[in-house]
C-alpha cells in the first residue's frame, strides 16, 4: 500500500506498530511527527475477530482479546495521537459494522464489540470536540472484496448453489440491490475525516447500499 501511496507521487511512512502496546502507541505518535510535522486524521480499521459462537458460551478471555485490539487500542490511540490532532483541529474515523443493526446469536461478540465502539466514538466526540477534534464512525455492511468474495465461494458449496446466488441474497435487503465496494467504503473514510465534514461529528454513517435506515 506505501508503493502505491508512493507511485502518485505522496509520502508514506510505515510503522510497524503493536497497537495494544502503549509503548508502541507512543513511539507511533513521535515516528508520525517526525516525518510529517503534523496529524490531520487518524483512522481505525484494526480488528479483531471475537468468537462466533452464542454470547452465553463464550469465555470471558475470549471477548477480552477482542476489546484489546477493537476498543481499548482505539481509546488509547486517540488519546495519544490527542494533542497532534487539536494542534491540527483534525478528525478521527472508527470503522464500525452494520453488525450493530443486527442480532444473531452468532454475532454476539462480535455486536458486543462494535457497539461499545460505537459508543466510545460517541464519548469521545464530546471529550475532544471543545479541543476541536471531530470523531465519527461508518458501519459497512458486506463489502464485495476478496475475504467475501471467498466467504461466498464457501457458502454456495455449503449450500450446493452458485457465488452469484449467495450475492443476490445478500444484496435483496439493500434498497440498491447490490453490495458496496471497498473504495465506496473508503470514500466514506475519506469524507468524515476530512474538512469536507467539518461541521459532523459524534455521527455514525451507515454504508450498506441501504440496507438499515436510521430514524
Known amino acids: 500500500m506505501a508503493e502505491a501511496v508512493r507511485a502518485t507521487g505522496r509520502r508514506a511512512l510505515v510503522v510497524p506498530t503493536d497497537i495494544t502496546d502503549e509503548g508502541a502507541h507512543a513511539h507511533l505518535v513521535e515516528a508520525a511527527l517526525a516525518e510529517f510535522g503534523h496529524v490531520d486524521g487518524l483512522i481505525h480499521n484494526a480488528f479483531g475477530i471475537p468468537p462466533m459462537d452464542p454470547l452465553t458460551t463464550l469465555t470471558l478471555d475470549g471477548l477480552r482479546a477482542a476489546q484489546e485490539t477493537n476498543v481499548f487500542a482505539p481509546l488509547r490511540l486517540t488519546a495519544a495521537f490527542a494533542d497532534a490532532l487539536a494542534a491540527s483541529q483534525g478528525s478521527v474515523v472508527m470503522i464500525n459494522s452494520a453488525v450493530i443493526h443486527a442480532s444473531q446469536p452468532e454475532f454476539g461478540g462480535y455486536k458486543l464489540s462494535k457497539g461499545t465502539l460505537a459508543h466510545l466514538a460517541s ?21 464485495y472484496e476478496d475475504v467475501n468474495k471467498a466467504y461466498f465461494d464457501w457458502l454456495a458449496s455449503e449450500a450446493g448453489t452458485t457465488h452469484e446466488e449467495i450475492y443476490r441474497q445478500k444484496a435483496e435487503p439493500t434498497d440498491l440491490k447490490r453490495l458496496a465496494t471497498a473504495e465506496e467504503v473508503a470514500r466514506a473514510a475519506l469524507f468524515l475525516i476530512s474538512d469536507l465534514a467539518s461541521a459532523v461529528t459524534g455521527t455514525m454513517l451507515n454504508v450498506d447500499c441501504g440496507e438499515f435506515h436510521d430514524n
Open 123 to 143: 464519548s469521545l466526540a464530546t471529550e475532544l470536540g471543545p479541543r476541536g477534534i471531530r470523531v465519527n464512525s461508518i458501519a459497512p455492511s458486506y463489502i
